[in-house]
């Protein structure tokens, strides 16, 4: 059998791969380096990267995340730096080697950098670029757009750190927030995430946040909540929704967070 390995630059090694998946693996990562039988090679990339043949600046931008799964790593990375694993336990559905080759890509095209943290953590990460920190509007107002599309979840799909993060990123109404200053924290079954709103501006991220001024436990009613197809009141009373805190928080939070 061909036994290829990645040359030693990468981070993360992709799983097996049969000798065809292997080398289109390498072709569409665009490495510039590998090794055959002990022996470092190079070679050329012989899988087109995907064009429109329109001088159009939309279709450019589809040229550079238009890939399947891009625009959920870039979605990812808007709530923070990430180790190869977080984006895998984030994108349950991606395959390895489909996410070491989004990640390749999105680093050629300057939107994504990799960074050594310091010890004794020692872990290598990926984060966006300034130029790629540019797809945050775009992302957020798409991500707007598609939650009102939502509707209830189908049987085989989850709800992720991350993407409820991206969730509160995407609903934020910052001219409904004015000089507010308050801290949420989410609790969505296992799911653990935080909203900070300050002076206009809200910053999101996983895990709990202590001492928050309201703590909201919701299950899928959440997303009725932000849509304003249930008032706090009713969420309350029906128990879809729970809080502790002062309950007035809630109120002010369907106002700041809207789908």
Not at 6 to 26: S, T
Not at 56 to 78: K, P, T
Request: aromatic share 6%.
């Amino acid at each position: 059998m061909l036994t290829l390995q990645c040359h030693a630059e990468l981070a993360e090694a992709p799983p097996q791969l049969c000798d065809f998946d292997m080398l289109h693996y390498i072709a569409r990562t665009s490495q510039k380096q590998v090794l055959y039988n002990n022996k470092s090679i190079g070679y050329t990339s012989i899988m087109p990267q995907r064009a429109y043949g329109q001088y159009c600046g939309f279709a450019r931008a589809l040229e550079v995340v238009g890939e399947r799964w891009a625009l959920l790593i870039i979605r990812d990375l808007l709530v923070g730096p990430r180790r190869f694993s977080d984006l895998q336990h984030g994108l349950p559905g991606i395959p390895s080697n489909i996410l070491t080759g989004r990640l390749r890509e999105l680093e050629e095209a300057g939107l994504v950098a990799r960074r050594l943290l310091p010890p004794p953590s020692g872990a290598i990460v990926y984060e966006l670029t300034p130029v790629g920190r540019e797809l945050e509007e775009p992302v957020i107002s798409l991500g707007r757009w598609g939650a009102k599309r939502l509707g209830d979840p189908r049987p085989d799909e989850i709800v992720t750190e991350d993407s409820m993060a991206a969730a509160l990123l995407a609903t934020f109404r910052p001219e409904a927030a004015g000089r507010a200053n308050v801290s949420y924290e989410l609790r969505l079954g296992e799911i653990l995430v935080h909203a900070q709103v300050r002076n206009g501006k809200v910053a999101v991220g996983r895990g709990s946040l202590p001492k928050a001024d309201l703590i909201i436990e919701a299950g899928p009613a959440i997303r009725a909540l932000l849509a304003r197809e249930i008032t706090p009141q009713e969420a309350l009373k029906k128990k879809i929704v729970r809080v502790k805190g002062d309950p007035k928080l809630l109120t002010r939070f369907t106002q700041m967070f809207q789908i």
